[in-house]
Nanobody
Framework: QVQLVESGGGLVQAGGSLRLSCAAS????????MGWFRQAPGKEREFVGR???????AYADSVKGRFTISRDNAKNTVYLQMNSLKPEDTAVYYCAADPSGRGTPSHRGYDYWGQGTQVTVSS
């Protein structure tokens, strides 16, 4: 069983930055792919990006060039650095773990989820 705890959300003005963290329990964190998803009110959960067990990253077109995912296996933590934030980035952000190590854009590929952290970007 893996437990994920997100932190770092908050209120920021458009153009600002936030860094989200996701701390994972378990000794096999380095084997997992980690994904970030978000869900705005009334909308479906959408893929933001992912980092594979080997460190390869992939991003949704909507955040490419603005968001960066990284991981620190020694700390069992994955990060989502968000720059140039826009009001449309407002959502609850979730991290998720894929024990296969690959990571996919589909939320169905992830077995473990955090509780989410709210990000609000004001215009």
């Amino acid at each position: 069983q893996v437990q994920l705890v997100e932190s770092g959300g908050g209120l920021v003005q458009a153009g600002g930055s936030l860094r989200l963290s996701c701390a994972a329990s378990g000794r096999t964190f380095s084997n997992y792919a980690m994904g970030w998803f978000r869900q705005a009110p009334g909308k479906e959960r959408e893929f933001v990006g992912r980092i594979s067990h080997s460190g390869n990253t992939a991003y949704a077109d909507s955040v490419k060039g603005r968001f960066t995912i990284s991981r620190d296996n020694a700390k069992n933590t994955v990060y989502l650095q968000m720059n140039s934030l826009k009001p449309e980035d407002t959502a609850v952000y979730y991290c998720a773990a894929d024990p296969s190590g690959r990571g996919t854009p589909s939320h169905r590929g992830y077995d473990y989820w955090g509780q989410g952290t709210q990000v609000t970007v004001s215009s």
